[in-house]
């Protein structure tokens, strides 16, 4: 099996920063693209960032120039450095990445969600 483990969420003020993480673990052949998603309340879930395994990151408009998004393949890890934060930002934030198991055969996975609150 494989199982996502985010961190680094948190309360912070209004033009903070946070960094989040995510490591995967467990029956792992490769690892394709790795990303991070949000969902406020009452809203529905949306993409934030993406990392493919080579090329281009993408970014949602509202992130772009703020929030960074960064992979360790030796650690499995994707990260998401988010500066100049926003109350709007607020959100649970899930990573999510596309896994070869040993089976060969590639299953999207999500951690568990981790909260981020920008308020003073």
């Known amino acids: 099996q494989v199982q996502l483990v985010e961190s680094g969420g948190g309360l912070v003020q209004p033009g903070g920063s946070l960094t989040l993480s995510c490591a995967a673990s467990?029956?792992?052949?490769?690892?394709?693209?790795m990303g991070w998603y949000r969902q406020a309340p009452g809203k529905q879930r949306e993409l934030v960032a993406v990392i493919p395994t080579g090329g281009r990151t993408n970014y949602a408009d509202s992130v772009k120039g703020r929030f960074t998004i960064s992979r360790d393949n030796a650690k499995n890890t994707v990260y998401l450095q988010m500066n100049s934060l926003k109350p709007e930002d607020t959100a649970v934030y899930y990573c999510?990445?596309?896994?070869?198991?040993?089976?060969?055969?590639?299953?999207?996975?999500w951690g568990q969600g981790t909260q981020v609150t920008v308020s003073s």
């Open positions: 999510n990445m596309a896994i070869a198991t040993m089976t060969r055969k590639v299953h999207d996975y």
């Open positions: 467990g029956s792992i052949f490769s690892i394709y693209a």
